[in-house]
């Protein structure tokens, strides 16, 4: 399953990292289902965990305006504005669906934000000091990745 996920920026700035595309294979999902699982039994033992990080590069930054194509970059907006809705912020994309490289965001510190029900992913576009976020992927979509 492929995921877009609409980003957004702290502080809010225009950062050319306006989506992320998401491959939620089943390898990923199963990486997800663990550290959810670790997260719970760490908050077991202390309940003001919220969240943990991991370095983990599964998302794609991405902005259709990075294109020096004006066509292309406003023919890709109208094909991200067409896909279906996979959630609070989140579009489902086909199998075959694929960033051009001249759409790709350069990021750094590229990492995946486990919650109890849901993961996250967050990176700092080089050359600023500003995080970008996706949308949460839901844990039901986690574990139905999981079983594919």
Avoid at 110 to 123: D, H, K, P, S, Y
Avoid at 140 to 145: D, K, N, P, Q, V
Wanted: charged share 25%; aromatic share 8%; glycine share 4%.
């Amino acid at each position: 399953m492929k995921l877009i996920s609409l980003v957004t920026s702290e502080p809010e700035a225009s950062l050319d990292c306006d989506y992320a595309l998401i491959g939620l294979t089943r390898e990923l999902a199963l990486i997800a289902l663990r550290r959810i699982h670790a997260l719970k039994a760490q908050k077991a033992g202390d309940g003001d965990l919220v969240e943990t990080y991991f370095w983990d590069y599964h998302a794609e930054f991405f902005s259709p305006w990075l294109s020096e194509n004006s066509e292309e970059a406003e023919a890709f907006e109208e094909l991200l504005e067409r896909l279906p809705s996979g959630g609070p912020d989140l579009m489902t994309a086909p199998s075959d669906f694929s960033v051009p490289i001249s759409m790709a965001a350069r990021v750094e510190c590229c990492q995946m934000v486990t919650r109890e029900n849901a993961v996250a992913f967050i990176a700092i576009p080089k050359h600023t000091d500003s995080y970008v976020h996706t949308a949460e992927v839901p844990l039901h979509l986690i574990e139905a990745a999981a079983l594919a």
